[in-house]
């Protein structure tokens, strides 16, 4: 029984699930970035409205939550935000808003949403921890940074696209690292999942790993790793064409477009400048950097965070990775931080910037599966089990200590008058 617990799928579980409700029901409406276009986007899911060709201004379930003062006012006609964003990205919080839309008290419902969302991203962490052959206690580290579960309990779509990068990136490993050769089913499942991750803020980049999977011909490997991404980036590219596109009204997306065909020199030196001034900055916010960036935990909780997770590649068993595999899985590492840096710079940051302005940490939660791969070092600690036990405690101490100074920092914010 004691073995059962202790497993590290089963430890997110009861870790994940306590604190994840606990800073639910802490954190007001307002405090989560951008949830309140989220939570508008789920209440158009909720009614039915699935695609967004025109803002949807007879939004009831919206206006429910702003009569009871919960959301603020916005004009709904103008409304963009996240009104582009796909369906699938609020099945569950528009399932918990439309069951509970019965309700009278428009608290009830709202909190609905937010808990059947993060229900769902609980299952999908869950679902990749216990799947994975490999890096198990690393994803439990990950699962339970405070950014994580903050972005899990909301409205946001960083709630699924997050849990379902996990996941995609635990299947990949699986068909990478399990002893037996890809069949059939795995593949068609493969593709499956390529188009769910086109719909989830494009969490596609798992894909690029099927070609270290254990398959027997490398061709078809390639084949197939080429043709699931042509297919998931039509999809995305359809969806995208078809609906509001979210860019600030301060941006220069002309300008700044013109600038990454024409004139590359000029975004890199940005791009390096931004990179250098914001890397810590990074850090703090993919552990955890909560409300509108403006409540942080104290210093010494990132740097310790940092060296946990870098000496658990170390102190627990990881598995051989090849030089070519791990610079492969770094060239696809900084594909994804120069597509997003491009990204926020054509649809966030206003002309004349010196930096890349809007940029957060909590944007590569998602990528974090991958670093796995780059601080991979086989280790002889098969040898040492006490060891082993250690140091899995040592970060499920972290973990939870982490998660009652997230909760008590929120707390204190709310309380102070702040929220």
């Not at 379930?61 to 103008?78: F, G, M, S, T």
């Not at 390529?194 to 989830?200: E, K, L, M, P, R």
């Not at 509001?244 to 997306?253: E, M, N, P, Q, R």
């Amino acid at each position: 029984m004691l073995k059962k617990i202790v497993l590290p799928e089963i430890l997110f579980l009861i870790i994940g699930f306590i604190f994840g409700t606990a800073i639910m029901f802490v954190t007001p409406a307002n405090l989560v970035p951008d949830e309140v276009a989220h939570t508008i986007r789920a209440c158009e899911i909720s009614e039915g409205h699935f695609y967004n060709n025109v803002p949807y201004s007879d939004n009831n379930c919206y206006k429910k939550l702003r009569d009871a003062h919960i959301l603020p006012k916005v004009n709904i006609e103008q409304f963009q935000g996240a009104s582009g964003y796909s369906p699938v990205n609020y099945i569950a919080s528009g399932l918990g808003l439309k069951i509970f839309s019965v309700v009278k008290n428009p608290q009830v419902m709202y909190y609905a949403g937010r808990f059947f969302n993060f229900l769902l991203w609980l299952g999908l962490i869950f679902l990749a921890i216990h799947i994975t052959p490999v890096f198990k206690w690393q994803f439990l580290l990950c699962s339970l940074l405070p950014m994580n579960i903050y972005e899990g309990m909301s409205y946001s779509a960083d709630s699924l696209s997050n849990a379902f990068s996990f996941l995609f990136f635990a299947y990949m490993f699986s068909l990478i690292f399990a002893g037996s050769d890809c069949k059939k089913q795995k593949i068609g499942l493969l593709y499956i999942l390529s188009a769910v991750g086109a719909f989830c803020k494009g969490v596609i980049y798992p894909i690029f790993l099927f070609v270290f999977a254990k398959f027997k011909n490398i061709k078809n490997r390639i084949f197939i790793t080429f043709t699931t991404l042509i297919f998931s980036f039509i999809l995305y590219y359809i969806w995208q064409s078809l609906n509001f596109v979210a860019i600030a009204d301060t941006s220069a997306y002309e300008a700044h477009k013109h600038i990454l065909l024409h004139s590359p020199i000029t975004f890199w030196g940005i791009f390096i400048k931004t990179l250098l001034v914001n890397a810590s900055g990074y850090i703090r916010g993919t552990i955890g950097v909560f409300g509108w960036g403006n409540i942080e935990l104290p210093l010494i909780a990132y740097i310790v965070g940092v060296i946990i997770f870098m000496a658990s590649f170390i102190a627990l068993p990881t598995p051989k990775i090849t030089k070519v595999f791990r610079g492969y899985a770094a060239l696809i590492l900084a594909i994804f931080i120069i597509a997003i840096h491009a990204l926020i710079f054509c649809t966030w940051t206003p002309i004349g910037a010196e930096q890349i302005l809007g940029m957060q940490g909590r944007y590569f939660v998602q990528i974090l599966p991958l670093s796995f791969i780059l601080f991979s070092c086989q280790s002889k600690s098969e040898e040492c089990s006490k060891c082993s036990v250690v140091w899995k405690v040592v970060m499920t101490v972290y973990s939870v200590l982490l998660l009652v100074f997230t909760l008590c920092a929120i707390h204190n914010y709310v309380i102070l008058g702040n929220g």
